[in-house]
């Protein structure tokens, strides 16, 4: 979120949001920084990731407006993202539907920033951290997967977290994540 934001807005922006899609029925998944929350690992975030799928984009579109969001730039193939003066930009990352239901089976509700919102199973964080350090090879990335790691108990040398890494990254990652364990 904002971090110029005092945490009661940041609270109120948050759960007006959720509220929001919840009441247009719009399914999503809370993913990026905030959901790490919900896997033992905090980190300060200045936007809000949603996973949601790319259908629905008229209907989160209408939402966001009516919240008084803008675009920030025209939609692409992967995400979307929204802003307001003074507010946390919010990113809709798309997925086709089957992929978003294999998602949302996995998901555990959580308590975020005053609101309960379902986020990933901890393998899917993880997927989805080492996909975007592969794409955009983002330190953040890296480090996000070593402190889900370590706070979850998940051995990097061991044969599911190789399986994951090679899934959804390269062995290069993998052989950086063992060397740094």
């Known amino acids: ?27 999503f998944l ?5 959901s790490l929350s919900a896997h033992h690992v905090e980190r300060t975030t200045q936007d809000v990731d949603l996973f949601c799928r790319k259908d629905l984009y008229p209907r ?27 507010r946390a930009i919010v990113d809709f990352i798309f997925a086709d539907q089957s992929t978003f239901a294999q998602m949302e089976a996995s998901a555990r509700e959580s308590m975020v920033l005053g609101a309960r919102v379902r986020t990933p199973c901890l393998e899917d964080v993880v997927a989805m951290k080492l996909f975007a350090l592969e794409q955009g090879k983002r330190l953040k990335d890296m480090a996000d997967v070593a402190e889900l790691a370590r706070a979850n108990g998940l051995d990097v040398h061991g044969p599911e977290f190789e399986r994951l890494c ?11 994540f063992r060397e740094t364990q």
């Open 1 to 27: 979120m904002e971090p110029s934001q005092p945490m009661n807005e940041r609270v109120e922006e948050f759960t007006r949001l959720v509220e929001a899609l919840r009441a247009d029925g719009i399914p």
């Open 30 to 34: 809370l993913v990026g920084g905030l």
């Open 60 to 86: 989160f579109d209408a939402a966001m407006k009516r919240l008084g969001y803008g675009l920030l730039h025209e939609p692409t193939e992967l995400y979307v993202r929204y802003s307001q003066p003074g």
């Open 166 to 176: 090679l899934k959804f990254a390269s062995a290069r990652w993998l052989n950086l």
